[in-house]
């Protein structure tokens, strides 16, 4: 950040009195910016028929990871809950109209300043289509995933987590469970 929002005059990255890290100050006006993390909201679409359960995954027409597959998810916008951003995302990506369930997976991804999250969802129905931003739109059984081509360690560990504890419900009974990770970047190795 270069410049105040409120007032256009050049800011200054320093420690305000009451606070413990550096923030983006205008010595002019007074105003700090504050900059949080951005949430990154989406879904795990399940088809369950015939005795096979399948993910609804979408190949990315945008970058980065253009022409990789993911879950459909992307940022919340202000104005809306993490449920609509859910339904919305899939709406824009899958073209799928799905059943919202419970918070699946919390993923915290400090190097990047995102947190993202993903809900269960039933699919309503199989009329789904690729949005502007996916080349294509695809139902995938766990043995069909295209686990090299996965974009995103947030989508990998929320399609494992979700697919150990289908398996699990299906043989042992119980429930789905809320898995929270941090994925941190992973350090160079040096040779």
Request: aromatic share 10%; with cysteine; net charge negative.
């Amino acid at each position: 950040m270069k410049f105040c929002s409120e007032c256009a005059q050049p800011v200054s990255l320093l420690i305000p009195p009451d606070d413990n890290r550096p923030r983006f100050v205008c010595e002019h006006c007074g105003t700090i910016h504050y900059q949080n993390p951005k949430m990154v909201i989406g879904s795990i679409p399940l088809w369950d028929a015939d005795g096979e359960s399948r993910v609804l995954l979408c190949r990315r027409a945008i970058e980065p990871r253009y022409g990789y597959w993911t879950l459909p998810a992307g940022f919340m916008e202000n104005d809306e809950t993490t449920d609509e951003a859910a339904m919305r995302e899939t709406m824009e990506e899958a073209g799928a109209r799905v059943e919202l369930h419970e918070l699946f997976s919390l993923l915290n991804v400090p190097h990047v300043h995102q947190v993202h999250m993903f809900y269960r969802a039933t699919l309503l129905d199989l009329d789904y289509s690729a949005g502007v931003e996916s080349l294509e739109v695809r139902l995938f059984s766990e043995s069909e995933i295209p686990w090299n081509e996965i974009a995103f360690p947030t989508v990998s560990h929320t399609l494992k987590q979700f697919f150990a504890d289908l398996n699990r419900i299906k043989s042992e009974g119980g429930c789905y469970r809320l898995h929270t990770r941090d994925l941190r970047k992973p350090m160079r190795q040096d040779t």
